[in-house]
């Protein structure tokens, strides 16, 4: 069947708005809208209408009934002249029911909903219901038509045009700030705000601050994830944060040195835009002395994988105070030392950790021991190690669970009362 035959059928068999008609061909001729082809396909279809008048006066007022039903207005001067008086019901778009010519409407009532919310870039999305997609691919069988295209894509390319238009706002499919659905056929806006991403690090000077805030805290807010995320929360107007840390210590244990990466992630901000340095400095003013941030900045959805990657990854260096239970002498310490150094340490997960971490046997390098005498049964340890290695059970050796352990080496039971995590560097 040739083009304008199919064009023929389609029209006369279904009444489709210009735009539902035109996407049928969308990759034909890109230059022009779905809605503009549509058109100009009608206005050929009256053309040829007005010609078949001469030779087939039935097939021609079908055909001019059918387009004037489908809205093609100039389609009634042709109806007019093969038959006077004629009562013409406009049908509703078969496939859309009308939705596409009200696109305006419903990209103004989306642009809208960003009020209030503040973003420089949003994505749109389309909900369209299952039956006006069958009826779309119902008629892409019947006819075998090859280029056409999804009316999601034509409802969200549209609709994004137009709020880039009326909010100034771009649109950016792969990590948008705002990502609107609307809903077909009523245009309903469903506003997802996506997470704000920030990251920095932070040094931990005093033991006794929780990393994160845990069910049994009693709530006095003291934990590093409430500490930087509330300024945060509150300045962005969000209603939830997540914590994302490069690994953690106990609460128990100091981090200094360069300090531990982390990313707060902000649930729905309001806003986006918010004075870092200021947020950083107050909270640095308001726990000196306890704990620090350092390079408080934006990042994006990617910072929280690197930076659970960095965690584990990392070389870190510990420093431990070591109390044993009979008293040792330097030359002990200088024999300890190359015993420790580039051992393998078989670890199973630590008894302390079993309820939150899978029991299984880890295999982590300890890359160096430095010993010194602090008195005669306490020792002050640096260790550089591989991430992930648990230092308190590299000391007391957890019932045998982490072997060889500074206790079995030392042959004297072991234990860390004191812990301090001085450096975090990428492993290589
Ligand atoms: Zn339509």
Not at 149 to 164: F, K, L, M, P, S
Not at 276 to 298: C, D, F, T, Y
């Amino acid at each position: 069947m040739d083009f304008l035959e199919t064009c023929k059928n389609i029209v006369t068999e279904y009444p489709l708005c210009d735009s539902c008609l035109g996407r049928q061909f969308a990759s034909l001729d890109r230059g022009f809208g779905n809605k503009e082809k549509g058109r100009a396909l009608k206005m050929l279809l009256n053309v040829h209408a007005q010609a078949l008048a001469q030779s087939d006066r039935k097939g021609a007022f079908n055909l001019a009934k059918a387009l004037a039903e489908s809205g093609y207005g100039p389609s009634l001067a042709t109806l007019k002249k093969l038959r006077r008086k004629l009562e013409i019901a406009p049908k509703p778009c078969y496939i859309c029911s009308g939705s596409m010519d009200k696109l305006a409407e419903f990209a103004a009532a989306a642009s809208n909903s960003l009020n209030g919310v503040e973003c420089s870039t949003v994505a749109v999305g389309c909900r369209v219901p299952l039956e006006v997609e069958e009826k779309e691919d119902e008629l892409k069988s019947r006819f075998k038509l090859r280029h056409g295209e999804n009316i999601r894509y034509e409802v969200t390319r549209e609709i994004g045009a137009r709020i880039e238009r009326l909010t100034g706002k771009t649109i950016d499919k792969i990590q948008p700030d705002v990502t609107l659905i609307v809903s077909i056929p009523g245009g309903e806006t469903e506003v997802n705000i996506n997470p704000v991403f920030f990251k920095g690090k932070y040094r931990k000077l005093v033991p006794g601050i929780p990393q994160t805030k845990s069910p049994w805290q009693d709530g006095r807010g003291g934990s590093i994830e409430e500490i930087i995320g509330t300024p945060l929360l509150e300045q962005t107007r969000g209603e939830g944060m997540k914590f994302h840390g490069a690994g953690r210590e106990d609460a128990d244990v100091r981090m200094t040195g360069s300090g531990r990466p982390f990313v707060i992630e902000i649930i729905r901000p309001k806003r986006r835009s918010v004075d870092l340095a200021e947020i950083q400095e107050k909270i640095n003013a308001e726990h000196e002395g306890r704990l620090q941030v350092l390079g408080l900045s934006k990042a994006d959805k990617k910072a929280v994988s690197n930076v659970k990657i960095f965690g584990e990854k990392a070389k870190k260096t510990y420093r431990a105070i070591i109390k044993l239970d009979r008293e040792i002498c330097e030359a002990d310490l200088r024999k300890l030392e190359p015993k420790l150094e580039n051992a393998t340490i078989y670890q199973r997960t630590p008894t302390r950790v079993l309820k939150r971490r899978g029991d299984r046997v880890r295999q982590k390098r300890l890359y160096k021991a430095v010993l010194k005498m602090v008195s005669p049964d306490t020792i002050e340890a640096i260790f550089q190690c591989e991430g992930g290695l648990y230092i308190k059970e590299l000391i007391n050796g957890d019932s045998g669970r982490t072997r060889p352990s500074f206790s079995e080496l030392a042959g004297s039971e072991a234990k860390c009362v004191e812990l301090e995590v001085t450096d975090i560097e990428e492993g290589a």
